[in-house]
């Protein structure tokens, strides 16, 4: 993050309408009294639906959608994460300036997250996992990892990373995205381009945003075309974008028939995952509570409030989205 910019006493300052939906309040509200230089700081809904200031930025972490309607006229509106989705009713109200978080810190998590799941699954752990419960020592062929190819779904801040340490570490790792080209190996666009990736990818990783576009594009057919003639048992499935990108049933049914060997889940459609779904006692599945990459408050708040200053004196955003864009 780039140094805060001064504080000018001229300039008329916002309100902070902290909004940290499922979150603790706690602690966030402590993180932005203790940066908020002399700024007053709401958390909503807990002191109240309504707000009596002249002028008020929210920054959101999955809120209610009610909040835009109680307090319709903010200054500008902040993703307390990476993700902007909880964030497109929005997208109809273009004038009010969208924020996000971008930041080495979090995307040092995801990196960890994503390595950790390749590794995982190319060394064969779930194997080994089943033989140490039976008691029994069964070696299997391991293969390099520069064997092994990993296919990435988006590669932008975060995607790009995880793709560029994996390729350090060995295996060869090519990208899809919309139109992104120069991430430091190859990216594949369009539905020709996504084809081309799934036939030359064993483990498959999904870093897209939840959007129209992407809404269920991973299913069954799609888990079909991965390539089946790799070293690994058969390809696998990681995911750390969104849930929603994934066809669930379709997801349970290619983890149950083979059509893919296993996956490393992190985040799911409904959340949290239901007590009674199936994927919970398959033992080629591996699932996080959507933790792959949390968001630090500190760091968080800090971003936040560097926009913040900059928006009072007439700056356009740092961190800004364009949510017509949709991610
Ligand atoms: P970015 O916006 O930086 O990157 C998104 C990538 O997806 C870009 O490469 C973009 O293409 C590509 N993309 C978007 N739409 C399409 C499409 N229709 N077809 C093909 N490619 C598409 O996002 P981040 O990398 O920062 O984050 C990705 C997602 O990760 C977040 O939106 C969030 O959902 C999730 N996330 C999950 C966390 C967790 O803890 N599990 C933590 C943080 C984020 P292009 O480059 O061409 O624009
Ligand atoms: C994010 C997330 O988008 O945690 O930051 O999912």
């Avoid at 902040?78 to 978080?101: K, Q």
Wanted: hydrophobic fraction near 45%.
């Amino acid at each position: 993050m780039s140094a805060v910019i001064a504080e000018e006493s001229h300039v008329n300052k916002f309100d902070i309408v902290v909004a940290p939906g499922p979150w603790d309040p706690a602690p966030w509200r402590a993180a932005f009294e203790a940066k908020a230089g002399g700024r007053r700081v709401h958390v909503w809904p807990h002191d109240g639906e309504h707000l009596h200031a002249p002028a008020y930025v929210i920054c959101s972490w999955k809120a209610e959608p009610r909040i835009f309607e109680a307090l319709n006229n903010p200054e500008a509106v902040f993703s307390m994460g990476a993700g902007v989705d909880h964030l497109l009713p929005l997208a109809e109200r273009p004038e009010i300036p969208v924020g996000r978080i971008r930041d080495p810190d979090l995307t040092m998590r995801m990196v960890e997250y994503v390595t950790f799941a390749a590794l995982y699954l190319h060394r064969q752990i779930p194997h080994y996992q089943r033989e140490q419960a039976a008691g029994q020592w069964t070696p299997v062929v391991q293969a390099a990892a520069s064997d092994v190819r990993i296919g990435i779904l988006g590669v932008g801040v975060l995607g790009k990373a995880c793709g560029l340490h994996l390729q350090q570490m060995g295996f060869q790792v090519a990208g899809w995205a919309r139109s992104s080209t120069d991430v430091g190996f190859n990216v594949f666009h369009g539905k020709e381009g996504l084809g081309e990736l799934l036939a030359q990818t064993d483990i498959l990783i999904n870093l897209l945003p939840n959007t129209q576009e992407t809404h269920g594009l991973i299913g069954y057919a799609l888990f079909g075309k991965l390539s089946r003639i790799g070293k690994l048992s058969g390809p696998a499935f990681v995911n750390a974008g969104r849930g929603e990108a994934v066809v669930h049933a379709d997801l349970q049914r290619a983890l149950k028939d083979g059509t893919l060997s296993g996956a490393v889940l992190d985040v799911f459609a409904q959340e949290p995952l239901p007590a009674d779904d199936p994927l919970w006692s398959m033992g080629n599945v591996l699932i996080t509570p959507h933790v792959a990459a949390d968001s630090d408050a500190a760091v968080v708040v800090d971003q936040i409030m560097h926009d913040v200053q900059r928006l009072e004196s007439g700056l356009p955003l740092e961190q800004g989205v364009d949510l017509r864009r949709g991610y």
